[in-house]
């Protein structure tokens, strides 16, 4: 097995030296390749999805997690349909994205280029492997995927059909490669890999993550957890800001950006606080609140130290009653995960103080934190969301599977 | 001492957040004060450099690491320059480099943030003990700086006027913390600080590079070796040649931008290598050629096989004598360090396809390897140069000490 992690790393990172050099229209003929045979398999991918729900029962996986993993002919289509989106996309290679002439007479550009062979590490939809595969190859790059084991069958499947359309349009098999061991110890032997590997991106439970990033030698780049809050100020339009905690709180709960948290400036929260909870209680949510907080919302029940610093990905919300801006900004930038954060505000300077001191990924006034994503922010796809500083933070899109290089256009200067 | 480190990167952090929101006008009157406190005390820098230099001559270290050592009122006033430079600079933070507006109404902006708390590791020249706070001081990060025990005492001089500064400034002391263990271990403890460090920047040996990857939880941008190389093409200007490669080997040697490989093709091989090696061997570099070199360059030795990967910092080149383009590039790509690269042609579309295959940090066309750097560039400063492809690659400015954050205006916008 761990030989076989070791080679399939080097044939990713020598495949990656041809998609390095693939013009735009080749990498196109590629995703197009791939929803044919996509589309031309759909039964023996549902067979193969078959086989991973019927293990799933077998070990009682929850109902969230099988539904995850549960292929249907529509949602087939779907994971098809954002392979198309993303032949649709501007190819970033090539770009310039930077040009400067020196004193003397050099011509200097920052050119875009592919990272080159990028690892991802998933767990359990196996549309990521389609959706992950078909970004990595439109930015050049070629990719060893490492998914769930839950889903192991249908993934096999899936990247059987990738790496047949790899030889229907003439690409090396190694653009991409995918480790079949479900034990943690590829995962272990891939994040050694840094001789052959340019990046690795998790995707996943924040304890995975964390065993990531402490084991690996390849650089990371972290998609984290979103413990975001949503910070009433006094001036806000309290009917505003109910539809922006409720939509928040409630349109999605199991997704990073959802709101885990509700801060309340006190001048205004015997108004705003009963109206809100009650709403968020009539959609099933449960109300951790702060001492000020149970005095004026029923049915709340007090939060532990540890909520505060929790992503609860479900119906539950911490509600905490604040003095005043300050207290909120610090609140949020120590408890929170820097993912997204937004304020409610009718004031103009308190809504660009929270912008600017709020040390988060994406930073809201008046708006709900539901739009941290690729597709609403307008890149066109999303790879996830980085919660880390280093080269991406945020929503990754084509761009951030990119590096630069410095193109350099002489006469036959010579440093003095 | 270990809890000494924790402290220190505690400290950082903390003073970090202070710095995130400090105006360009703070920061700027900081680093004048810098300027102000070194210019005040430079006996006393030079006497503390004596203490260093004494212990230097006791302990045997090299004429080159000595010199990097020594301070003199000269280099002091250098130091200063390079600070006063740096304030002159605009000040990346704020800056807005990206923009969009949304179907649905939200304005979504890409904002310049800094990093937050950064960590430098460097060797043995003090003067990156004020050049790193500078640049990372402007970019609105607080540093933890760890400087080779060599310079200690030196350093310890320079932290505790800059902190003088600080204080004379009213910013707290921890935005610059100084680790003045000097012991590996120290090194170590600063590596597992993640929960306080956003990212570590080392400068130094491979080895120290290696080191600091292998058991760094903190996230590395690497400034690795440069194995440079220029390729004379066949259709080359062979004095333009000549003065390129003389230029990028002698030029200054011991730097990571200096040439350490001389590829040549088969056709002019014969023509060009006897002069150009004649004015190299003038210089006093050693040959070291393939059997083909070997054949034409008087005194030449055989290379080895481990010679091809070498970064020498020395006046020592290896000559290869080369079928094509295409073998060029792949010798390049395989044995070289992706630093900077250069061809020698006249042909344009040789160029073009040197410069797009070669996956180097800088390619460079009719042009010395020895321009990589931040200032040749135009970046006004450099901090050191990326030889890895995450976040920042080639030379790194104030720019590359910054990470991003969406900010994003909205009127009450929820998702549906």
Not at 97 to 118: H, Q, S, Y
Not at 193 to 206: C, E, K, M, N, T
Not at 303 to 331: G, P, R
Not at 344 to 365: C, P
Request: hydrophobic letters at 40%; one cysteine or more.
């Amino acid at each position: 097995m761990r030989g076989s992690v070791w080679r399939k790393a080097k044939s990713v990172k020598e495949a990656s030296a041809v998609l390095y050099n693939s013009s735009s229209k080749k990498k196109d003929a590629l995703l197009k390749a791939i929803v044919s045979q996509i589309l031309g398999h759909i039964p023996s991918i549902l067979e193969a999805n078959k086989k991973d729900l019927n293990a799933a029962a077998a070990a009682g996986l929850s109902e969230v997690l099988t539904d995850r993993l549960t292929l249907t002919e529509k949602r087939i289509e779907q994971m098809v349909g954002g392979v198309n989106d993303i032949i649709k996309l501007p190819d970033p290679v090539g770009k310039v994205v930077d040009k400067t002439k020196r004193p003397n007479g050099l011509l200097i550009e920052k050119m875009r280029v592919p990272l080159g062979a990028v690892g991802i590490i998933y767990e359990s939809r196996p549309n990521v492997t389609v959706d992950a595969a078909a970004l990595c190859l439109k930015s050049g790059n070629a990719v060893l995927l490492r998914g769930g084991s839950e889903a192991i069958n249908t993934n096999k499947r899936l990247v059987a059909l990738i790496r047949q359309a790899l030889n229907d349009v003439g690409l090396p098999p190694g653009c991409v490669e995918f480790i079949d061991s479900t034990d943690r110890g590829a995962v272990l032997e891939m994040l050694k890999q840094d001789a052959y590997l340019d990046v690795v991106i998790p995707r996943g439970s924040q304890q995975l993550i964390r065993f990531i990033q402490t084991n690996s030698t390849v650089p990371v780049i972290a998609h984290g957890e979103g413990n975001c809050h949503v910070y009433v100020d006094r001036s806000a339009d309290l009917s505003m800001a109910e539809e922006i905690i409720f939509n928040a709180k409630v349109q999605r709960p199991s997704v990073c950006n959802a709101a885990e948290k509700l801060l309340v400036h006190e001048s205004i929260a015997s108004e705003f606080l009963p109206r809100a909870c009650r709403r968020l209680k009539e959609a099933g949510v449960e109300i951790r609140g702060d001492k000020e907080t149970l005095a004026l919302v029923d049915g709340a029940v007090l939060a532990t130290d540890s909520d505060w610093s929790k992503e609860f990905l479900d119906l539950i919300i911490a509600v905490k009653v604040i003095k005043n801006l300050e207290d909120a900004i610090q609140h949020i930038n120590r408890y929170g995960s820097h993912h997204s954060d937004a304020i409610v505000t009718r004031n103009t300077k308190n809504g660009e103080r929270f912008l600017r001191e709020v040390d988060s990924a994406a930073v809201y006034v008046n708006a709900s934190t539901r739009f941290t994503d690729g597709f609403e922010f307008g890149l066109g796809a999303e790879i996830g969301i980085s919660t880390q500083k280093l080269h991406a933070r945020g929503p990754m899109g084509l761009e951030e599977l990119t590096s630069t290089k410095y193109v350099v256009h002489g006469k036959g200067q010579v440093r003095k």
